[in-house]
């Protein structure tokens, strides 16, 4: 079989010619033997290129949903690209404390989101440690989670986070699965510390080595380092994440998502009663837009750069640079420009309100 087909091109040389991106045809011209294997080779790898490429993006959604309405578009987001291929959606972290108001009403409303979505058997993982949030309590994960139908009553009832991380892993082929954080890294943390279990004989950072793609990061200033929320709030763990990451990172400043603005087109679009996300940002923002830190990070994760952003390199550190009650390290990012370093933050290509209207186009599908 595989000698007639060598006769068969050695007689020809393939060329391809290429429209549009994606659609190719194949010209047949007499050729050398070879120009045949040349071009054969050429044809073969074009093909495994555009079959890999039309495979969905395997991604674990790890986010502080409650204190900001961002993480509910992000999610949105996330089920519209589910529903067009372009992603698989392995599972949610929620690294909100379970043992706090914010991660017992944050899964919940993630549940009734992804009940929304279609996917009420999504995996949903929580952080089981302890709160260290602020005194503030969300202004609609309850009554998200209160108005529409879920399957995990509240975050006592998800499993522990790092064990969903390691079950998910586990499962999926080598370096096929991208990880988006849009909130704290103590889940993360939790992760790169675990052990072999009954899900992997890996250890945790063995286990992302093997399985990890990338990790596309909400986090830090850049290129100017600042003190920023998610980095901040559990600091002692972000500090040990950027330090021991044993795979491509990809970082997404606060810079760039405060100035892409999203949310007020969803609230008008929908009557809040029947879309969970519209009824976030109905509570949260009184309809009017919010940034889009978090859909920000989740479009890079499963789309790439799209000819949107570029990227700089180099090196991203945590300092601590005070200490507040009680005994809290307070921190900030340094960043510093390496073409080699093994860190990597987006920055914009095209104006922000471009940005903007592909985020909202996508919250808005459905
Ligand atoms: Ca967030």
Redesign the pocket.
């Known amino acids: 079989m595989i000698c007639a087909f060598n006769q068969f091109f050695l007689a020809f040389k393939f060329k391809l010619l290429i429209f549009n991106e994606s659609i190719f045809k194949i010209k047949l011209e007499k050729g050398t033997g070879v120009n045949y294997l040349i071009m054969t080779i050429l044809l073969l790898s074009g093909l495994m290129a555009f079959l890999l490429a039309a495979q969905p993006v395997k991604i674990i959604l790890d986010?502080?949903?409650a204190l900001?309405v961002?993480?509910a578009g992000a999610l949105a987001l996330l089920h519209n690209l589910a529903d067009a291929g372009e992603c698989e959606i392995l599972g949610i972290i929620v690294s909100s404390s379970s043992t706090a108001y914010d991660g017992y009403w944050g899964v919940p409303c993630v549940s009734a989101i992804n009940t929304y979505y279609g996917r009420p058997e999504l995996p949903i993982g929580v952080f089981k440690g302890l709160h260290l949030i602020p005194d503030q309590v969300s202004k609609y994960t309850q009554q998200v989670a209160q108005h529409f139908p879920h399957a995990l009553l509240s975050g006592e009832f998800a499993p522990d986070g790092v064990k969903v991380y390691r079950q998910l892993l586990a499962k999926e082929s080598y370096k096929s699965v991208v990880i988006v954080t849009?909130?704290f890294l103590n889940v993360l943390e939790e992760l790169l510390n675990s052990k072999p279990d009954e899900f992997s004989p890996l250890n945790g950072i063995d286990l992302v080595r093997q399985k990890v793609k990338f990790w596309s990061c909400?986090g830090g200033f850049y290129p100017e380092g600042r003190e920023e929320f998610?980095f901040n709030t559990f600091s002692q763990a972000t500090k040990n994440v950027l330090e021991r990451w044993p795979v491509e990172v990809i970082f997404q400043g606060a810079e760039l998502g405060e100035k892409v603005l999203t949310g007020a087109r969803l609230v008008q679009k929908y009557d809040m009663q029947k879309h969970p996300v519209a009824m976030g940002y109905h509570y949260y923002t009184g309809g009017q837009n919010r940034a889009s830190?978090?859909q920000i990070s989740t479009l890079f994760a499963v789309r790439g750069l799209q000819n949107l952003f570029g990227l700089k390199k180099g090196h991203n550190h945590l300092i601590f640079h005070d200490i507040r009650p009680p005994d809290k390290p307070i921190s900030k990012n340094v960043w510093e420009s390496d073409e080699n370093g093994p860190h990597a933050y987006l920055y914009p290509l095209v104006r922000y309100e471009k940005i903007a209207e592909i985020i909202e186009e996508l919250m808005g599908r459905r």
């Open positions: 986010t502080d949903i900001d961002d993480d849009i909130g909400m998610n830190w978090d």
